[in-house]
């Protein structure tokens, strides 16, 4: 049995050895793959590597066999042979808890590495992976962005326009409402604009209380819009010219 030595190699070094130690046609994969990506965190010691189904164990891997691993889905980074962002994705639908797998895509979002066009043609071709349900199901999610996230997003989309520069997370007052903080204000325009993520704004309470802010907002002389992350995402052109109608 071979073994994979952690003395005196790097991380990426005991990596690379592990993929070489399982022969031609391996693959760092799952877990480990999406660590070497910087899409998650791991503390395993053991690492992830996909191989023919032939192939032998090695000590210190954790080997996925696979015969139908496609071409189109392996790529090499920093001299590592490994799955591509797509394919890593789909191994850790698989293997992880569902908030580990969101955390993963919010991350793939961040670094601008997630691509919606290679995920489904990837599930196109999955033929039954068992990740390919729980990876169908996320992508029509929003990733679980912090609020600073959301907020660099929908900046860069502004500045990218040429837009002026609005406040951000300004606290305003109302006849009825002494503070009301918003997410960004445009003081010469009036105008506010606030972000709308699923996870904070799904519940009869949430929608209430953005209901009750808007309405103090507008008796206040104060013009509301609200944007989804999907909209920000995926329908730039859209936003961007709603603002331009009142921003010019």
């Known amino acids: 049995m071979y073994a994979v030595g952690h003395t005196r ?9 592990a ?11 799952h877990t480990t793959a999406a660590s070497h990506w910087g899409l ?3 503390a395993a010691s053991r690492i992830d590597v996909t191989a023919p189904r032939s192939r032998a164990g090695v000590q210190g891997v954790r080997l996925h ?10 790529t090499t980074h920093e001299g590592i042979p490994i799955t591509t962002i797509a394919r890593t ?34 599930l196109a071709r999955a033929n039954g992976h068992r990740g ?26 502004t500045r990218e326009a040429a837009l002026p520069e609005p406040l ?6 109302a006849p009825d409402h002494p503070r009301l903080e ?6 010469a325009h009036r105008l506010i604009v606030e972000l709308d993520g699923w996870e904070t704004h799904r519940t009869r309470a949430a929608f209430e209380q953005d209901r009750r802010k808007d309405a103090a907002l507008n008796a206040a002389g104060h013009r509301v819009l609200r944007f989804t992350w999907r909209a920000i995402k995926y329908d730039a052109p859209t936003v961007n010219r709603r603002l331009q109608a009142i921003l010019g």
């Open 9 to 17: 190699l790097g991380c990426e070094g005991r990596r690379l050895a």
């Open 19 to 29: 993929v070489l130690a399982c022969g031609e046609g391996a693959v760092l994969s």
């Open 40 to 42: 998650l965190d791991t």
């Open 65 to 74: 066999r696979s015969r139908s691993l496609d071409a189109r889905d392996t």
């Open 89 to 122: 994705l789909l191994d850790l639908a698989a293997t992880v808890q569902p908030h580990r797998l969101e955390r993963a895509l919010a991350q793939a979002e961040r670094l601008e590495f997630h691509d919606h066009g290679a995920i489904e043609a990837l």
């Open 132 to 157: 390919g349900t729980a990876l169908a199901q996320a992508i029509t999610s929003e990733p679980a962005w912090t609020r600073s996230e959301a907020e660099a997003r929908f900046l860069d989309l």
């Open 168 to 173: 951000v997370n300004f606290t305003l007052t």
């Open 182 to 187: 918003v997410d960004f204000f445009w003081p």
